[in-house]
């Protein structure tokens, strides 16, 4: 492999800054399938979250491992998922006090 002269193979970006450079907005950017998964069905249980996305790994017999194995196959259905996973996230923020940080009055 031939470097340009004055750079080294350490200069190159690593793969993890890149990725962060690649996706800063995105809100599901760090988060594992696995962790959204756990939080629908946590949030919704798994009755409510097969009305919500009709898949068979979320209706019959659903549990974390069978819906990972098809949800890493299947695109569409993750999709789906992880749009799911970003309106309960809108709605528990719509749904929560608002708090506001301002500083005490001055005497």
Known sequence: MMLPAGSSPSAAP??????AQDQPDNPLHGVKLEAIVTALAAHY???DLGQRINIRCFTSE????????FLRKT????????SLYLFMLRDI??????VHNFPPPKP
């Open 75 to 82: 695109p569409w259905a993750r999709e789906k998922v992880e």
């Open 93 to 98: 923020r719509r749904s929560s006090p608002t």
């Open 45 to 47: 249980g798994w009755e």
């Open 62 to 69: 659903p549990s974390v491992a069978s819906s990972l194995k």
């Open 14 to 19: 690593s793969p993890d800054s890149a990725a």
